[in-house]
C-alpha cells in the first residue's frame, strides 16, 4: 500500500489520469491524499470531483482557496469569475453533491506514523502541530454547520494580518483560513504578506517564506504544501511545495510519504486547449 500526496490539480483530469498511471496507483490498495485546489482554471473540474468523489474513504483532501471560493459562490456570496472555469460544476446536476463533498474536507491532513502534516497553504510558523490541529478544526466544525454560510461571507479580508491567541469570532476563523489556504510571505513577528504571489524573491526584507523561518514547536514534522506555483516544486527546511504549476502548463507532482527514501513522481502537464483534444 502506498500513500500519495498530490499537488494542485486545479482541474485538470488529463494530467491526474497520466500522474495515477505513472504512479500505477491502485484503487484497491492506495492512498491518495490532496494539497487542495482540485478545482479552478482547469477545463475538467467536474471529472476530477468524480474521480476524486468515487475514491470514497480512499482519497483525503485538505481545502484549498479556489475550493473555498467556489462553496462562496455556490452560497451566491460571490460571482465565478470565467477564467475559474466553474460553468460546469454551477450547472451540473450534482451541484449539491460535490458542494457537500467540499465542505466536509478538512484544512490539513496529519500522519502520526509519518510525522507529515499537509495543508494547501503550509504551517503558519508560530504554531505548533497540535495548535494548528486545533485551529484547523475551529474553522472545520463551522463549515459543516449552520453557520457556514455566515463564515463565507466573513471568510474574504486580509485583516487580521497576524496572529492572536485573544482574536475571536469572524477575525479569529478569517485568519486561521487564510494561514491555511494562502500563505506565502510571513514576516518575523507573525504578519502575513497576502498581497505578494511572486517567487522566492519576490519580497524584500522583512519577508520571508513561511517555511524559511525557524519554528521551534515544528520538531522534525515534514510539511507538505501546494498553493505556490511561482516558487514550483521545491524542498527546504523540510518542508515540501508539490504545486509545479500544472494548470499553467507546468507540471502536477505526487510525493509517497510512506518511503524512506524521496519519492517524487511528476507529470509533464498540456495547455488548457490540448488538454481536451
Ligand atoms: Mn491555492
Redesign the pocket.
Known amino acids: 500500500m502506498a500513500t500519495w500526496v498530490i499537488g494542485?490539480v486545479q482541474g485538470c483530469w488529463g494530467a491526474l489520469k497520466r500522474l495515477l498511471g505513472k504512479l500505477q496507483f491502485d484503487p484497491e490498495a492506495d492512498r491518495l491524499w490532496f494539497a487542495?485546489?482540485l478545482i479552478g482554471r482547469g477545463v475538467q473540474a467536474e471529472a476530477v470531483l468524480d474521480f476524486v468523489m468515487g475514491l470514497g474513504d480512499r482519497a483525503s483532501c485538505v481545502l484549498?482557496?479556489?475550493d473555498l471560493n467556489l462553496l462562496a459562490i455556490d452560497a451566491g456570496l460571490r460571482r465565478a469569475k470565467p477564467s475559474d472555469r466553474l460553468d460546469g460544476i454551477l450547472a451540473s446536476s450534482r451541484r449539491a453533491d460535490y458542494m457537500a463533498f467540499l465542505s466536509r474536507q478538512p484544512l490539513i491532513l496529519w500522519s502520526d506514523k509519518h510525522d507529515t502534516l499537509v495543508s494547501?497553504a503550509g504551517l503558519y510558523p508560530k504554531w505548533s502541530i497540535a495548535k494548528a490541529s486545533a485551529l484547523a478544526e475551529e474553522v472545520v466544525c463551522v463549515l459543516r454547520s449552520s453557520r457556514r454560510v455566515s463564515f463565507l461571507e466573513n471568510m474574504y479580508g486580509d485583516t487580521p494580518d497576524i496572529w492572536s491567541e485573544h482574536l475571536t469570532g469572524w477575525a479569529r476563523l478569517r485568519f486561521i483560513a487564510n494561514a491555511f489556504?494562502r500563505m506565502r510571505f510571513v514576516d518575523g513577528a507573525g504578519r502575513l504578506d497576502l498581497a505578494t504571489k511572486g517567487g522566492l524573491d519576490s519580497a524584500a526584507r522583512p519577508w520571508r517564506p513561511w517555511f524559511d523561518w525557524p519554528n521551534p514547536d515544528r520538531g522534525d514534522t515534514r510539511v507538505i504544501f501546494?498553493?505556490w506555483s511561482t516558487v514550483g516544486r521545491i524542498k527546504k527546511n523540510n518542508a515540501v511545495g508539490l504545486d509545479s504549476g500544472c494548470v499553467w502548463g507546468g507540471e502536477l507532482s505526487a510525493i509517497q510519504i510512506d518511503r524512506d527514501h524521496d519519492n517524487i513522481v511528476a507529470e509533464p502537464c498540456k495547455s488548457l486547449t490540448d488538454e481536451l483534444s
Do not use: Y
Request: proline share 0%; net charge negative.
Open positions: 494542485d487542495g485546489d484549498g482557496n479556489h494547501h489556504t501546494g498553493h
